[in-house]
């Protein structure tokens, strides 16, 4: 199982911005589908988005759309999450995940190599 690395964490006010950024190895990177996940204490890690192979399709759980933004860049093995006007309720840890479908993946179990996470953290 190979690493994931994030960065981007942080501790910002509601209303903020961050932008995350995973750096995958190329066999677990190139031609699959990428999905940043999030667990907040005492729950369960869910999916936050996910982006197909082609970055053409990309999918968001309904409490981020409209604020966050996943992207990827093929060419150097990198897929971000943009978040714009945090709110508290996005503190967490925020982990990314490398699929083995070509196109977008909705469920966590389509998921096979994880990074160790990067906290995010949002004060009122």
């Known amino acids: 199982q190979e690493q994931l690395v994030e960065s981007g964490g942080g501790l910002v006010q509601a209303g903020d911005s961050l932008k995350l950024s995973c750096a995958a190895p190329r066999r677990t990177f190139t031609g699959f589908a990428m999905g940043w996940f999030r667990q907040a204490p005492g729950k369960g890690r869910e999916l936050v988005a996910t982006?197909?192979?082609?970055?053409?399709?990309?999918s968001y759980t309904d409490s981020v759309k409209g604020r966050f933004t996943i992207s990827r860049d093929n060419d150097k093995y990198i897929v971000d999450l943009q978040m714009n006007n945090l709110k508290p309720e996005d503190t967490a840890v925020y982990y990314c995940a490398s699929s083995r479908m070509r196109e977008i993946a909705l469920h966590r179990s389509l998921y096979v190599d994880w990074g160790q996470g990067t906290q995010v953290t949002v004060s009122s």
């Open positions: 982006i197909s192979w082609s970055g053409l399709y990309t």
